[in-house]
């Protein structure tokens, strides 16, 4: 019964909010792709090739959770090679990267949390093993994979700070939904201990480490040695490259750099907003504030030294890392809980985050216990990109440490990787598809 209850109220929602999505989808192009995959449209894609292979379905979000798993899918590959790996995303941004590393005829939209739009996509591919990247609870898609006889898995399983009170405060109803779940693979022991506090079984509870640890590194764009070689044609430098920055962080970021450009008259700024829909207000934003600024999509090698590039661009960014003197990663002036800092740490290159990180509270603990990252209130920020920017034996180290920090904490994609083979080996036979169709 509590079933029915949420999905009437989900559709519920989901008429009174229509204004809204119709909007976003109008005004910003979001939410429209992938629309009929969404409410359980298999595409032909998929179906023609269902049943050739048995399926592991692997969901991540968005972005970031697509760049976490990517190290994680690769490694399914190899170990399962008699097996499909398809992949899930829920934002657009999410899509296109996943499309870009593991193919277009492996990677479709998460279906909307109702049960018809879910029985399609179980009846069709019959996965043996579901995937769920960090805490995606969806309460009919667990109970309806459950029901199909799929083995279900939560990886890189975490409760954010943030998170945590609002989980509490419903943990009588997430105690069913978490019984779905045959295994949790928690980032560290507290994302245990509250798992387990909110009903999960401790049986099915490990501590496998952060995947993000174990981004699986691409080939670079075409766009990195051209850029590297005007750098250098031009004398310009030294370069910050801005990364992830969300709605109120782009001010704070353009004042700093007018500071560094006191000093450093050819200094250059990457700058790269989270969310695609924002790109052209930024570029706005950055010529009100009266620097210079070319756009990525636009830029014929002009000059850059004393300017701004905005990236308006996806999955680019984690490459261009490498180019910076120091890298800023966003989310983190205001609270929104910040964004990943292992992506330029992997480069070797200085990092600076503002004081919100909650969502990555104890990657930056890692950091900072080892002097990798330097922590900053806003109105701290110039300050510590002009100490850093005058200390290059200290920056080089600096950076050196962040690498150093990354290549200690490996691990977890292999770790994962064998607690999903051990219950893989341990599921049983898949049942018929109609299990799942016709279970209310």
């Given at each position: 019964m509590i079933y029915f209850f949420y999905t009437l109220l989900l559709g519920l929602a989901m008429l009174l909010t229509s204004p809204y999505w119709l909007y976003q989808a109008l005004r910003h192009g979001k939410y429209h792709a992938g629309f009929l995959e969404r409410l359980g449209r298999v595409p032909a894609r998929l179906a023609r090739k269902a049943n050739l292979q048995p399926v592991i379905w692997v969901h991540a979000v968005s972005l970031g959770e697509v760049l976490a798993v990517s190290g994680l899918i690769g490694s399914m590959r190899c170990r399962f090679p008699k097996h499909r790996v398809l992949v899930t995303t829920t934002t657009d941004t999410g899509q296109f990267v996943a499309r870009t590393r593991f193919g277009e005829d492996n990677v479709f939209y998460f279906p909307m949390d109702f049960p018809f739009a879910i029985r399609s996509y179980l009846r069709t591919l019959q996965p043996e093993l579901i995937v769920l990247a960090e805490t995606e609870f969806w309460p009919n898609f667990l109970r309806l994979a459950?029901?199909?006889?799929a083995k279900v898995a939560v990886v890189n399983a975490r409760i954010s700070d943030r998170s945590w009170p609002s989980y509490r405060r419903f943990r009588f109803l997430l105690k069913t939904m978490l019984a779905q779940v045959d295994l949790f693979l928690a980032q560290t022991q507290q994302d245990c201990d509250r798992l387990q506090a909110l009903g999960?079984?401790?049986?099915?509870?490990?501590?496998?480490?952060?995947?993000?640890?174990?981004?699986?590194?691409?080939?670079?764009?075409?766009?990195?040695?051209?850029?590297?070689?005007?750098?250098?044609?031009?004398?310009?430098?030294?370069?910050?490259?801005?990364?992830?920055?969300?709605e109120g962080e782009e001010p704070l970021l353009l004042a700093a750099f007018h500071r560094v450009r006191?000093?450093?008259?050819?200094?250059?700024?990457?700058?790269?907003?989270?969310?695609?829909e924002r790109f052209s207000e930024v570029?706005?934003?950055?010529?009100?504030?009266?620097?210079?600024?070319?756009?990525?999509?636009?830029?014929?090698?002009?000059?850059?030294?004393?300017?701004v590039l905005l990236l308006d661009s996806i999955g680019e960014l984690a490459a261009l890392y490498v180019l910076a003197d120091?890298?800023?990663?966003?989310?983190?002036?205001?609270?929104?809980?910040?964004?990943?800092?292992?992506?330029?740490?992997?480069?070797?290159?200085?990092?600076?985050?503002?004081?919100?990180?909650?969502?990555?509270?104890?990657?930056?603990?890692q950091f900072q216990s080892r002097n990798a990252v330097r922590v900053v209130a806003p109105d701290k920020l110039a300050a510590q990109?002009?100490?850093?920017l005058a200390d290059g034996a200290e920056r080089h180290a600096f950076g050196q440490r962040a690498q150093e920090t990354v290549r200690s904490l490996l691990g977890a994609a292999a770790r994962t990787i064998g607690a999903l083979q051990e219950l893989l080996a341990a599921s049983k036979t898949r049942p018929a598809p109609a299990k799942a169709a016709h279970n209310h």
């Open positions: 459950h029901a199909s006889g999960a079984p401790a049986g099915r509870l490990q501590v496998t480490g952060n995947l993000k640890f174990d981004i699986a590194q691409t080939s670079a764009p075409a766009i990195l040695e051209t850029l590297r070689d005007s750098l250098a044609s031009e004398n310009a430098g030294p370069v910050l490259v801005c990364g992830s920055t969300l006191q000093e450093h008259t050819r200094a250059v700024m990457i700058l790269a907003p989270r969310h695609p570029a706005n934003l950055v010529a009100a504030s009266g620097l210079p600024i070319v756009r990525r999509s636009r830029w014929q090698r002009e000059s850059l030294a004393g300017g120091i890298a800023f990663v966003g989310g983190s002036l205001i609270p929104r809980g910040g964004h990943n800092i292992i992506e330029p740490a992997l480069h070797g290159v200085a990092i600076v985050v503002g004081p919100h990180t909650e969502n990555f509270r104890d990657v930056v603990a990109l002009l100490e850093l």
